[in-house]
């Protein structure tokens, strides 16, 4: 990769990182593109990112142009040098007076651009203020005026960087609260925030999973290959279940799904009976295959409230299951019923 193809990526990926190409107008940067236009006396004055082929302008003053092609900008010759760069005649200039704005409106004579250099080195854009008449140049302290200008906007894009990383964090922190880190599912907490959106006195069912023979596949081919196990399983869950469903992983081989809507005996039976003819398939996990089962409890509740006793009454019918086999469903009346029936 040449230098400047380095240089080319370098300036993409700040840009990325500012997360500003495309955006709309900020007071902000409008109020330094304002305050430049005012120091200066000169009717334009353009903040330009390199974006591609062409300079956008995030805030301009006197422009109507929101971006210009890189060829022949008076831009691309401070981004190049990466220190004040200066025109004081494009006219006489025979690098700059084809050039579109200067042959053609808006007719500039004047540039003077300071170049917008981040932290890491990376020049990313420019501050540049221009005027139709030509100048003599610019004395030492207005240019260094400009290079504070484009200094301070740099530094608003820093702290933009920063507040977007914190909101990233953030999220990321929520997510790692209510969801499991392996499988990426919702854990409990989630599942109770879930179940709490639902309205009052609206019928809730809960299936308690828990796989069969999963034990002996972790110890037969290690745990590395039982939490790849345990991903397939999620992935499962989520390509069988209906998209009302709600499923979470509640520890080790446990999993809960909690549906709602009518007949919810019906809904999940059904529900049941797809999910273990899912999960009874032949697992291959990296080059190892496995067989596992599922077996199902299922309790109803007449409110969402009642979603921990519900998970209660559907782990009971789960050893339900088991006890009658594995790979199969029992509800919680049923289960109660038959130990009323031994007892």
Same mark, same amino acid.
């Given at each position: ?7 080319e990526?370098?300036?993409?990926d ?20 304002r305050?430049?236009?005012?120091i200066?006396g000169?009717?334009f004055?353009?903040?330009?990112? !390199? ?12 422009l ?5 092609w ?17 025109v ?6 025979p690098q ?28 990313i854009?420019?501050?540049? !203020?221009l ?20 200094a ?45 959106t ?9 299936l ?11 110890d037969?081919f ?13 992935? +499962? ?5 209906p ?8 520890g ?7 549906l ?22 032949t ?5 190892c ?26 782990d ?9 086999g +594995? ?8 289960a109660a ?7």
């Open positions: 990769m040449s230098q400047m193809q380095i240089e990526t370098s300036r993409a700040v840009l990325r990182r500012y997360a500003i190409i495309n955006t709309p107008p900020e007071p902000n940067f409008d109020r330094i593109t305050m430049a236009a005012g200066f000169f009717p004055c353009a903040l330009a990112f !390199v974006d591609g082929d062409r300079f956008w302008f995030k805030s301009t003053q006197g109507q142009a929101t971006e210009m890189r060829d022949r900008a008076f831009c691309q010759e401070t981004i190049r040098r990466q220190t004040v760069f200066v004081p005649d494009a006219l006489a200039d700059f007076s084809n050039a579109p704005v200067v042959s053609a409106a808006p007719h500039v004579r004047f540039y003077a651009g300071a170049p917008l250099i981040t932290p890491s080195g990376t020049c854009g420019s501050l540049c !203020v005027d139709t008449q030509r100048q003599d140049g610019l004395s030492a302290d207005r240019q260094f005026i400009l290079t504070d200008l484009a301070t906007v740099v530094e608003l894009l820093e702290a933009r960087a920063r507040q977007i990383a914190l909101v990233a964090t953030t999220q990321e922190i929520a997510y790692l609260a209510t969801h499991d880190p392996l499988t990426g599912l919702p854990n409990r907490r989630h599942l109770t925030d879930l179940v709490g639902m309205k009052a006195g609206e019928a809730i069912a809960a308690y999973l828990d796989l069969d023979g999963f034990k002996s596949v972790n037969r290690g745990h590395a290959i039982g939490d790849a196990l345990l991903q397939q399983v999620a992935a +499962r869950l989520r390509q069988v279940l998209p009302d469903a709600t499923a979470a992983r509640l080790g081989d446990e999993f809960a799904v909690i709602g809507g009518p007949d919810l005996m019906k809904k999940a039976a059904i529900v049941a009976q797809g999910v273990i003819a899912m999960l009874g398939q697992y291959h996990v990296e080059g295959e496995a067989d596992i089962g599922v077996s199902i409890g299922i309790a109803l509740a007449d409110d969402p409230d009642r979603l921990n006793t519900s998970l209660r009454l559907s009971i019918a789960l050893y339900s299951a088991k006890s009658q +594995r790979g199969c469903y029992r509800f919680a009346h049923d019923a038959a130990i009323r029936k031994t007892a």
